[in-house]
T-cell receptor
Framework: TQLLEQSPQFLSIQEGENLTVYCNSSSVFSSLQWYRQEPGEGPVLLVTVVTGGEVKKLKRLTFQFGDARKDSSLHITAAQPGDTGLYLCAGPSSGGSNYKLTFGKGTLLTVNP | GAGVSQSPRYKVAKRGQDVALRCDPISGHVSLFWYQQALGQGPEFLTYFQNEAQLDKSGLPSDRFFAERPEGSVSTLKIQRTQQEDSAVYLC??????????????FGQGTRLTVV
C-alpha cells in the first residue's frame, strides 16, 4: 500500500511569515497533486507535478517534486489569512489505476492576522 | 449547476438507520468518485463510476455500503444499518474524462454524516 505522510500535521503562523509543508513517501509516484480544503468544503486542486525535480509556482505558492518522485513540498511566501486551510497531497494509487487517488492526512494551516 | 452538488449537507442518523446520500456531478462528466473523509484524515477512496458502470468498489468498507449511478449522471451512496464508525464526511467528485489522466477531479462540498 502506498502511503503519503504529510508534515507538520498542524501549523499556526502569523500573517506575513513564510512556511513549507512536506509530503513524503517510500514509494515512487508518477505524479503528485496538492489540494486545499477549507472548512465545510471539498478539496480544490492547486497543482499537479509530474516530472522529477519539477518546480511550479502559483502566485505566492511554490511546489516542488523530488528528483526521485517520492516526495514533494509546498512553500508559501508571505502567508495571508486567506491561505488558511487543510493542505492535502495526493497521488495515483498503485496497481495501474488511472482513477484512484491516495491522499495524505494533510497539514492544517492557520494564518493569524 | 456549475459545480458538483451534494445533498443533504448534514445528516444525523440513529444507529441502525438507513441513509441515502445524493451527488449531482457536473453535467457531461463521465467519471464519478466517492470518497470518505474521517475527522482529521485525508479522503479515502470508496468507489468509481464511468458513466453508469461501477468499475471499482474496492474501497467500500462493508456490504452495508452500496452505490449506484443508474443513468450515468446522478449518483446515490446508500448506507444500511448505520454504525457509529460510519460517521464521516462523504465526498463526491467528478471529472470530464475517463479516470484522472490529464484531467482534474472536481469535488463537492460533501455530506457530513453523524451516527448517534
Amino acid at each position: 500500500t502506498q502511503l503519503l505522510e504529510q508534515s507538520p500535521q498542524f501549523l499556526s503562523i502569523q500573517e506575513g511569515e513564510n512556511l513549507t509543508v512536506y509530503c513524503n513517501s517510500s514509494s515512487v509516484f508518477s505524479s503528485l497533486q496538492w489540494y486545499r480544503q477549507e472548512p465545510g468544503e471539498g478539496p480544490v486542486l492547486l497543482v499537479t507535478v509530474v516530472t522529477g525535480g519539477e518546480v511550479k509556482k502559483l502566485k505566492r505558492l511554490t511546489f516542488q517534486f523530488g528528483d526521485a518522485r517520492k516526495d514533494s513540498s509546498l512553500h508559501i511566501t508571505a502567508a495571508q489569512p486567506g491561505d488558511t486551510g487543510l493542505y492535502l497531497c495526493a497521488g495515483p494509487s498503485s496497481g495501474g489505476s488511472n482513477y484512484k487517488l491516495t491522499f495524505g492526512k494533510g497539514t492544517l494551516l492557520t494564518v493569524n492576522p | 449547476g456549475a459545480g458538483v452538488s451534494q445533498s443533504p449537507r448534514y445528516k444525523v442518523a440513529k444507529r441502525g438507520q438507513d441513509v441515502a446520500l445524493r451527488c449531482d456531478p457536473i453535467s457531461g462528466h463521465v467519471s464519478l468518485f466517492w470518497y470518505q473523509q474521517a475527522l482529521g484524515q485525508g479522503p479515502e477512496f470508496l468507489t468509481y463510476f464511468q458513466n453508469e458502470a461501477q468499475l471499482d468498489k474496492s474501497g467500500l468498507p462493508s456490504d452495508r455500503f452500496f452505490a449506484e449511478r443508474p443513468e450515468g449522471s446522478v449518483s446515490t451512496l446508500k448506507i444500511q444499518r448505520t454504525q457509529q464508525e460510519d460517521s464521516a464526511v462523504y465526498l463526491c467528485a467528478s471529472s470530464f474524462r475517463r479516470g484522472l489522466m490529464n484531467t482534474e477531479a472536481f469535488f463537492g462540498q460533501g455530506t457530513r454524516l453523524t451516527v448517534v
